[in-house]
């Protein structure tokens, strides 16, 4: 399957997802890890599209979503740089279009090691509240757990 | 907002639907309308994309959907024309073409007027129930009522 540019435009403006998880991890200094996530979740029917957009970003993982829903997904940071430099190049055209450019100014802090100090992660737990896929609950719930730790230290 | 055919199509592949329905219409011959519909739905964040998509196809209404939700339908026959020209040249890649070539069947079939009688009728209902979008205890109680009708008539 031969996918172009623009189509995998318009596929992920309907169907993609830019998500950072923020997960409890006691051995880091802030005490969290940072996940940013590109995913794409379809019905098994269509399996063949989240491989050909595998073989498109040349990373990511095809895996099973939940029951019949199967999903490609961009983790690792190599993949998610590749991600983040193709939709630079070829703008979303919907309001992903912000949840992007929030996620690529995550991947890009996270390369920066900005995750790895309280005050950077901090920033970053603020900056992602922004995001249309945010859990706002769980972010605020981070960020006054920080400012603790900011305070005490 | 300038919308490339691929963008349509990698868009259209994620959020687009084909969807034939039959109405009961006690004023035509065999008894119901088919109504052919093309429509795209997204949060009314993203209307702008609907009346890109309009301008795109110079056919369809942008309207209120359900809520949050707005969408562009296409239902004349010229606008219903416009979109399977379109995608003949420009195939989907998503399981969606499947029940796009049935679309486009049933389009032109109406274009014949083969609706107008039951025999027409019936083939294009046996026929939309292998969609996707098909809702297919209701198709198969219209079946029935027109095999009555043939063997009464």
């Not at 200094?29 to 098994?44: I, N, S």
Request: with cysteine; hydrophobic share 40%.
């Amino acid at each position: 399957m031969d996918l172009s540019p623009d189509w995998v435009v318009g596929f992920v403006d309907g169907e993609g997802c830019f998500y950072v998880g923020f997960t409890e991890h006691p051995e880091m200094t802030a005490g969290y890890q940072v996940l940013p996530e590109f995913r794409v979740v379809q019905h098994k029917r269509d399996i063949h599209v989240l491989h050909g957009l595998k073989r498109f970003f040349r990373h990511g993982v095809v895996r099973q979503n939940h029951e019949d829903r199967w999903e490609l997904r961009v983790r690792k940071l190599d993949g998610l740089k590749q991600v983040v430099s193709f939709f630079r190049k070829h703008p979303l055209k919907t309001k992903k279009a912000v949840d992007f450019q929030k996620f690529a100014r995550i991947v890009y802090w996270m390369e920066k090691r900005k995750h790895l100090s309280i005050e950077g992660l901090l920033e970053m737990v603020k900056y992602a509240q922004g995001m249309n896929t945010a859990a706002s609950k769980r972010l605020k719930e981070i960020e006054s757990d920080l400012l603790g730790k900011l305070s005490k230290g």
